[in-house]
């Protein structure tokens, strides 16, 4: 990946910044319950990268709070506009969960998640990616993002 494809975002205020330096993993939209109560809206994107290619810049804060598999995720927030910017769950470690909004530019997500739980006036144009709950990662992951979290 060349310097103009990294990926540059950031929180409300500007103090906090980040950049990915290598490819995203893989993006998806959850409309499970906890990312409605998280968010205050109707869905979360979250872009999944390796820990090793974000570079983050200026005072951030993290709380942990409870998820469906009782492992608990780290929440990751400015310190001066509390903006949340990414998350880590101690399921995946290695990996973070990007707060896809806080990118400079957004990315299309690949997968709707817990779509049981959508808001009923969303409607997903791309029924082949919406999944009840979760997806099987082998089967909707790339090979070579499935290749790097080995
Ligand atoms: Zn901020
Ligand atoms: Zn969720």
Redesign the pocket.
């Known amino acids: 990946m060349n310097k103009k494809n990294i990926l540059n975002g950031s929180c409300g205020c500007g103090n906090v910044k980040y950049k990915i330096d290598d490819k995203p993993l893989f993006t998806q939209a ?1 409309h ?1 319950n ?2 409605k109560k998280s968010t205050g809206s109707s869905f ?1 994107i979250h872009t999944m990268v390796l820990e090793n290619d974000l570079k983050i810049s200026g005072d951030i804060a993290s709380i942990e709070l409870p998820t469906g598999s009782g492992k608990g995720v780290n929440a990751y927030f400015c310190i001066i506009c509390r903006v949340y910017v990414f998350c880590k769950y101690n399921i995946s470690k290695g990996r973070v969960a990007i707060r896809t909004q806080t990118l400079e530019k957004t990315i299309e997500p690949q997968a709707h998640i ?1 779509v049981k739980d959508k808001d009923p006036w969303i409607e997903i144009t791309n029924k082949e990616i919406c999944h009840d709950k979760m997806y099987d990662r082998e089967k909707t992951w790339s090979k070579e993002s499935l290749e790097r979290i080995k």
């Open positions: 959850c499970c906890d990312c979360v817990f």
